[in-house]
Every structure is written in C-alpha cells, then in structure tokens.
C-alpha cells in the first residue's frame, strides 16, 4: 500500500514538474532595468532545415537531441554536431543578414551560448528574451526550459533551479517557419527575418519581488496604479514618483492597488514630460520612467488631455537603415525617429508587430503618440480557436510589456483582414480583451475595405462599430485610380468616429526621374502624394495619417529587378538613407498643420 501511495506521489511531481517546463511565465515587468547579466554577444550556432536535432528518422522527437550538446566520449563515439566547431550569429540580429547562405532560409537554427554566474542562493533567476522570431525552445543545461509562439513579444523562464554554479548552456531552438495558422499566417509584405532578434538576459530578482506593475493617470486626474508580487507572495513595495510623493504599498494576496492624490504634469506631443519612478521591494530598486495623459475619442475628435488633436504621422517597419534587416540597437532606433521629427511627425504607426521596447520608449520621449499593432495580418485562419488564442496571447504580451508606455495612444487588433463572419468575431473577441485589459487606450483596426464607385468611398465594414478610431489603409493612384483622380475622391462613413488614413502611398525607386506618369519615378510617387494630400483635406472627420512608409524596407514578395531587388519601395527614404521628394512633399503637408485641431 505504502508502495503504492509512493509511486503515486511520484506521478504527481514528475506531472508537476512537466506542468512547469512549459509556456513562458508571467512578463517580468521592466526587466532591462533590473539587475541582470546580458547574454548578447555571439552565439554558436547550427541551420537544421532537417530537424535532425529534434527528430529522429521516425520523426520522433529525440532524447539526446542538439540541446544535449553532447561531445564524442571517445575517439570511436559517434556524434554528428559540434557547436563547439560551428558557425557564429550575433545576438540580438537576424540570421538573414548576417549569412549570405541563410538570406532567404526559413527553418530551424539552433543557438548555444555558454555563460558563467555565481549563483546566489537568496536569488531568484530569469531568462529574458526580447524577441525571437517565431517559435522557439529553450533549454538550460540540457533540461527543457520551456517554449514560445510569436516573434515579436518578449517573454521570460524562472530558470533558478536549473542554473548551475559556474558555467551554463544555453541552448535555443529557433524556427522561423511560416505557418497558415500562425500569426502572421504564410503571406505578409515583410521580410520573415529569423533569430534571437532582440536581447537576451539574465536577469535576478530577490525571491519575492514585483513581477508587475501598471502606475497611470486616473480618471479624477491622480497616479493610480497596482503592484503584483510573483506568485501571490505577500510583501512591501515602496513607490516613490519624483515631484509626487512616496508610498509603501502592502501586497497582501499578490496584487495590491494604490492611488497618489496628487495631480501630475501631463505628457504631451509638444512637452513629453516623464517623471522618474522607482519601485522597491526586498532590495530590488526597479527605476522606470513613466507618464500621465488622457486619451479619449469624442465624437470624431481625438481628445488627448481633452484637447482635440490631429496625428500627423507615419508608419515605420522595424527594418535597420543603412544595413537593413531587423533593428537591433538605440542607434538605428535614434534614426528613424529623428528621421520622423524632420518629417514633422507627432505620430508614427509601428506596423505591423510590437517593436522593441527601446524604439516605444524612445518615441515616447521624444513626444510622439504611437499606434502599437499585433500581426493580424490580411487573411489569417480565423476559424481556427488555436489561431485565436496565440492571436490573444501576442496582444496580450503586447500590452502586458507595453501598458506603462504613456506614448502608446491606439492598440491596433488587425491590419486589412477580410469582411466575413469569421474575422468579424475573431476581431470582436481580441477587441473586447483589449478592452478589458487596459480600458484608458483607444482600440483601432486598419480596415481596407469601403464600398467604392466613381471615387466616391463609403466606410462600411461592420468592425467601424466596435473600434474607437477607424483606421483606413488607402492606395489611390498605385493599386487603383490615377495620381491625379486621387484628389477628387470623396469619402463618407456609417459611423461617428475619427478616422485615420493608416496607409496611403506609392512606390518609388530613389534617384530615378522622369515623367510624372512613369512608375516608380520619384516624380510619380510625389504626384500620388500631391493629390492624396488634396483628397485628404476634404475628409471631415479625419484626424490623423500614416502614409506608407518611412523607410524601403525587405519583402520576398517585391521581385522586379533593378527596381525592387526584393524591397517593397514605398518608403519615402531609401534603405541608404537618401530622401525621396515625397518626404518634402509630407513635411510640407505637416508644417502646415498645427498639433491640435482648432
Ligand atoms: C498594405 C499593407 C502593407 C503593405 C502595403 C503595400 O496595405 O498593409 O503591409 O506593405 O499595403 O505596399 O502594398
């Protein structure tokens, strides 16, 4: 009987332990800014478009497989990999760009990087990756760690008891293949750059420490906000807000709220005021920045602190300029912002996938409202309740990282999906959680559809009824319609809301000239942007644009030699950096505007 009740306790803690090897745990709020270990740097690795590291030759996943990173125990062993003799990739960065034989593969990628720690034992320890793009694996000292979906969200592993004192292996398994129900699905006009795209870190906390927090303006114009501890502990945390006041907050089961009657300065497009806070709990000091606004649709306004303000914007991949693929560092970020502020920008769009941290950060503090978006992206599977849920859990790492970012204004659900029942309550049930998890935003769609005839468009698509801003990506005088018919083209809506022009552009080859009517001249792109500039001045309840878009950035689907070379040529800058005419043309637009609308 004893036997027995032993086997079944083992069953118990080895389903346990197979429970907590899993999904990514809880976002760690902040976690750049804690102390931690960077594990960027080159990292060893091996392409395995086989998945010969996984499975076996039944296809059946494998015991020793590559996380293993085994090496021959004599001169007769047989072991065919080594990272030890392999090649190199740099983290954070693509594999695309950085490989002359990996700038077009899709597949698997095994990185190891070896590290060394003194593990202390009053110390709690995560592993933080800021993006890896889509699937991956980890494994720490050939234990299974965990797994995740999403290339463009970041999450963390309590990795404590798998860590060793001295020297460590990390071992990530990285599979950037597309999937038809993934998120994206196989089709985008991007480039489907693979790897450990965005940092990895070490972090360390105390045993219980603050795992999250939000701190925002309230409704009665104070700081409002909450604090959660790891796993429902019980503990203090002091808030201090610098120029508001100090409190210590008593956490009782994980999650305690709190309120500062004191009303902050608000940050604003022209003063992006940000107060320096820090939360301490058990001798973690987490400093963060943060500030206070409102946001608020009336009517067809965009109230932003109560004022009426109309976005002058543009959208921006997050393509690295000068070298392209994925950006990587402050620098490149630092780059395409300035590059907005000249353009007289006071918005951008960030499409069509959460960026970096770093990138909605620096936006913010430089004064620009930014449009964070999740890769629901033309026609994914919307029938399918798993496309669903790893859709839900993208937006909600999205906003989960990104809900103490005063600059984000607009959470974006969806990018030109199709009007059919499906995506109607897909897109319904993503709105309502949006709506749920962080009620003090606006909730937007860029919506391509609109019933058109003879230059007449009439917003119709049944989701106008459930976002708050109507988001309306637009290609007069490139997909349909001549430049200059563009300016008589007239716009109507069914709903009272605001609406953006999310996309509106053409495509243009820097440096050619020639007639107006020539495609991809640079006089061409400029004509189409001379009478959308007209169109859009008749629109009465348009409050805000993002034309299409900053930069030339990388597609596969772009193949037209010596003008496209596999980039989608709609930017208003080269990849090299040299501006387009129809970057004066926007500027001029937006000089001509003010920040509000009256
Ligand atoms: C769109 C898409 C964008 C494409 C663009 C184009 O409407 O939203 O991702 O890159 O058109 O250039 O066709």
Same mark, same amino acid.
């Given at each position: ?48 478009? &086989? ?10 996943? $494998? ?7 085994? $090496? ?31 700038? *077009? ?19 709690? *320890?995560?592993?933080?990756? #800021? ?10 000292? @050939? +234990? ?15 990795v404590t008891d798998l860590l060793q004192e001295g020297q460590n292996t990390l071992i ?11 998120? /994206? ?7 489907? *750059? ?47 807000? +610098? ?20 009303? /902050? ?25 943060? #500030? ?6 009336? #009517?067809?306004?965009? &109230? ?39 353009? @007289? ?13 770093? &990138?909605?950060?620096?936006? +913010?503090? &430089? ?34 990282r990104d809900k103490n970012r005063v600059g984000i204004g607009l959470w974006s659900v ?18 309502? $959680? ?20 003879? %230059? ?14 109507? %988001? ?6 490139? *997909? ?24 509106? #552009?053409?495509?243009?080859?820097? %440096?050619?000239? @020639? ?18 500039? +007209? ?64």
């Open positions: 009987m004893r036997q027995i009740k032993n086997i079944f306790i083992l069953f118990l803690t080895l389903r346990a332990l197979a429970v907590s090897a899993g999904d990514a745990q809880d976002l760690l709020q902040n976690a750049s800014n804690r102390v931690h270990q960077s594990l960027d740097g080159t990292w060893q690795i091996i392409v395995d478009p &086989m998945e010969t590291g996984y499975y076996n030759h039944g296809w059946k996943p $494998k015991k020793n497989g590559y996380f293993m990173d085994e $090496k021959p125990k004599s001169v007769s062993d047989r072991v065919e990999y080594d990272f030890d003799t392999s090649d190199e990739l740099y983290v954070p960065g693509d594999w695309n760009m950085q490989a002359d034989r990996l700038y *077009y593969y899709e597949g698997t990628v095994w990185y190891r990087r070896k590290f060394l720690i003194t593990k202390e034992s009053e110390k709690k *320890y995560h592993l933080y990756f #800021g993006a890896v793009n889509y699937r991956s694996i980890v494994y720490l000292n @050939g +234990e299974l760690v965990g797994e995740h979906i999403g290339g463009f969200t970041s999450f963390n592993f309590d990530v398994k990285v599979d950037n293949t597309r999937d038809k129900d993934g998120v /994206p699905t196989i089709n985008t006009d991007w480039w489907n *750059y693979g790897g450990i795209t965005r940092s990895v870190l070490l972090v360390e906390t105390p045993q219980v420490f603050v795992q999250d927090y939000s701190i925002q303006l309230s409704k009665n114009n104070t700081v409002e906000g909450w604090v959660k501890l790891n796993n429902n502990n019980a503990g203090k945390v002091e808030i201090a807000i +610098e120029g508001i006041g100090k409190q210590v907050v008593q956490v009782k089961a994980g999650k305690a709220s709190f309120e500062f009657d004191k009303s /902050p300065k608000h940050w604003s497009l022209d003063d992006p005021y940000l107060y320096q806070v820090t939360l301490s709990c058990n001798g973690e000091n987490i400093k963060d920045e943060i #500030g206070f606004k409102s946001i608020a649709v009336q #009517g067809q306004d965009i &109230m932003l602190n109560g004022e009426s303000v109309f976005l002058k914007g543009i959208s921006i991949h997050e393509e690295a300029p000068f070298g392209t693929g994925r950006v990587t560092t402050r620098e490149q970020c630092k780059i395409l912002l300035d590059w907005a502020k000249e353009l @007289g920008c006071n918005y951008i769009r960030l499409a069509h996938y959460p960026h970096s941290e770093t &990138m909605v950060r620096m936006a +913010e503090k &430089m004064g620009f409202l930014i449009w964070s978006e999740i890769p629901v992206y033309w026609t994914i599977n919307y029938d399918n309740p798993s496309t669903y849920s790893n859709a839900e859990n993208q937006l909600v790492e999205m906003i989960t969806a990018n030109e999906t199709p009007v059919i029942d499906s995506r109607n309550e897909f897109l319904n049930k993503l709105i309502k $959680k949006t709506r749920d998890l962080d009620p003090t935003r606006l909730i937007c769609a860029a919506l391509n559809t609109q019933k058109s005839k003879n %230059g007449k468009n009439l917003i119709d698509d049944p989701l106008g009824e459930y976002v708050d801003v109507i %988001g309306i990506n637009s290609y007069c005088g490139w *997909y349909g319609g001549t430049p200059e018919s563009c300016s008589s083209w007239e716009w109507a809506t069914k709903f009272k809301k605001p609406m953006i022009m999310s996309e509106v #552009g053409a495509g243009a080859l820097q %440096g050619y000239h @020639g007639e107006e009517n020539v495609r991809w001249t640079e006089e061409y792109q400029s004509a189409v942007f001379h009478s959308n500039i +007209e169109m859009l001045k008749n629109i009465d309840f348009l409050r805000g644009v993002s034309p299409w878009i900053l930069m030339d950035f990388r597609s596969p689907r772009r193949s037209l030699k010596n003008i496209q070379n596999d980039f989608n040529r709609k930017g208003l800058i080269s990849e090299q950096g040299l501006k387009k005419e129809s970057f004066f043309i926007l500027q001029n637009y937006y000089n001509s505007l003010p920040n509000q609308m009256k």
